[in-house]
């Protein structure tokens, strides 16, 4: 992936991007695949684990990144959350903070405006469409292959399954979704390489992730909303 200096949840935010018509496009739950993405790359990095289900922090650990950071400070001020509810809580916190720092970066371009022309606003455009193309690429060369699964990132994986999961749908279509089921599921255990116990995590925070998506689909199709 050309992002190696950013983290999961900010290339998931730019994934979600429709370069085309420089806007995020086909993913209402976006707040969710980030949040995700975020918990995925903490546990990752061992700043996270399942103890009895509960979502725990390594308490005072920091990574230098604004949304992992701020979802850290988060996790240990809050009550004792499992994953699924680690996926919604405050999830439209953790995409503002990755969409500032994309911003600060140059990745994103800010402009003020007021809405009904009263009200002040901001409004995000792409600045870098480039390189968010090579992105989608890599991504869907890592969910079609030819690469063995076994030699793909753990990040990368991480970051798939979760646009999959997520029904990204910019870059990985319902289509693509049915028919790599299996690599997906491959990708998934993938996601766990670095350590013994993160395979099963994986898995569970992939389900969290499916679950949160599915109610909020079925919310909207109700009128109640996302």
């Given at each position: 992936?050309?992002?190696?200096?950013?983290?999961?949840?900010?290339?998931?935010?730019?994934?979600?991007?429709?370069?085309?018509?420089?806007?995020?496009?086909?993913?209402?739950?976006?707040?969710?695949?980030v949040r995700a993405c975020a918990l995925?790359?903490?546990?990752?990095?061992?700043?996270?684990?399942?103890?009895?289900?509960?979502?725990?922090?390594?308490?005072?650990?920091?990574?230098?990144?604004?949304?992992?950071?701020?979802?850290?400070?988060?996790?240990?001020?809050?009550?004792?959350?499992?994953?699924?509810?680690?996926?919604?809580?405050?999830?439209?916190?953790?995409?503002?903070?990755?969409?500032?720092?994309?911003?600060?970066?140059?990745?994103?371009?800010t402009e003020r405006t007021r809405v009904?022309?009263?009200?002040?606003?901001?409004?995000?455009?792409?600045?870098?469409?480039?390189?968010?193309?090579?992105?989608?690429?890599?991504?869907?060369?890592?969910?079609?292959?030819?690469?063995?699964?076994?030699?793909?990132?753990?990040?990368?994986?991480?970051?798939?399954?979760?646009?999959?999961?997520?029904?990204?749908?910019?870059?990985?279509?319902?289509?693509?979704?049915?028919?790599?089921?299996?690599?997906?599921?491959?990708?998934?255990?993938?996601?766990?390489?670095?350590?013994?116990?993160?395979?099963?995590?994986?898995?569970?925070?992939?389900?969290?992730?499916?679950?949160?998506?599915?109610?909020?689909?079925?919310?909207?199709?109700?009128?109640?909303?996302?």
């Amino acid at each position: 992936m050309p992002y190696g200096s950013l983290s999961l949840p900010t290339r998931i935010f730019l994934l979600a991007w429709d370069t085309g018509r420089n806007r995020i496009a086909g993913a209402p739950e976006l707040h969710y695949a980030v949040r995700a993405c975020a918990l995925a790359e903490l546990a990752q990095r061992g700043l996270v684990s399942d103890v009895d289900g509960i979502v725990t922090p390594v308490f005072g650990a920091r990574t230098g990144d604004p949304a992992l950071d701020g979802l850290l400070e988060l996790i240990e001020e809050s009550r004792p959350r499992k994953w699924n509810g680690w996926i919604t809580h405050k999830s439209r916190y953790s995409m503002d903070r990755v969409r500032d720092q994309l911003a600060s970066e140059g990745y994103l371009r800010t402009e003020r405006t007021r809405v009904f022309g009263i009200f002040p606003s901001r409004r995000y455009e792409l600045e870098r469409a480039g390189y968010v193309e090579v992105l989608h690429a890599e991504a869907l060369a890592v969910l079609r292959g030819p690469v063995p699964v076994s030699e793909v990132h753990a990040g990368d994986a991480a970051l798939v399954v979760c646009a999959a999961t997520g029904k990204l749908r910019a870059v990985i279509s319902g289509k693509d979704r049915r028919q790599y089921k299996d690599r997906l599921d491959a990708l998934t255990d993938r996601s766990g390489a670095p350590a013994p116990e993160l395979p099963e995590l994986m898995r569970g925070l992939r389900k969290a992730l499916a679950s949160a998506v599915t109610y909020a689909e079925a919310a909207r199709s109700g009128g109640g909303g996302g």
